[in-house]
């Protein structure tokens, strides 16, 4: 395995946005990319190499949002509230319409909404997902092809 610095600059972004979907706060995501790594130093010999870095990385983010959330349960009411409209970024998903689907993938229940996540924005194959949920691939690649029919009709009914 690489020093935890190189794993660190590699996988630091990918990370940020995967909690940065999960609790839509640039400073609740900041803080829990810091944990993430921080989990992942403490726990660096218990790293099983049959995995790949990145999944080994999700599954400790999802722990650490999780804690997160059972910590604050307050938090429920934040992490409906949407990230700033005014930011360049939000203004071109919305002129492309990409921020309804945002805003739809997060209605989705679990685990429907955090498979969409790994998928569209981390980036992770079905073998992943479904390494990151301790189930095999072909779970992975249903519970997607549900979330995307379940995504498809909550959208056309709104049209």
């Known amino acids: 395995m690489q020093s935890m610095e190189e794993v660190y600059q590699k996988y630091a972004k990918a990370v940020y946005h995967y909690l940065l979907s999960l609790c839509r706060s640039h400073d609740i995501a900041e803080e829990l990319t810091q944990e993430t790594f ?3 130093i403490k726990s660096i ?3 099983d190499e049959s995995y790949k870095v990145s999944t080994w990385l999700y599954a400790i ?3 650490v ?3 997160y959330r059972r910590k604050y349960p307050e938090y429920e009411d934040v992490t409906e509230q949407e990230i ?3 930011s360049a970024e939000n203004q071109a998903m919305d002129a492309s319409g990409e921020m309804t689907i945002f805003k739809k993938i997060h209605e989705l229940p679990e685990p429907y909404r955090e ?3 790994l998928r569209i924005y981390g980036g992770l194959s079905f073998q992943q997902i479904g390494e990151v949920y301790a189930k095999n691939e072909t779970w992975a690649r249903v519970t997607f092809y549900r979330s995307k029919e379940k995504l498809r009709k909550e959208m056309h ?3």
């Open 157 to 159: 009914q709104d049209e």
């Open 38 to 40: 921080y989990q992942a």
């Open 115 to 117: 498979i969409m996540y």
């Open 65 to 67: 949002y999780l804690a």
């Open 45 to 47: 010999d218990r790293y």
């Open 84 to 86: 700033p409209v005014d």
């Open 61 to 63: 983010a999802k722990n």
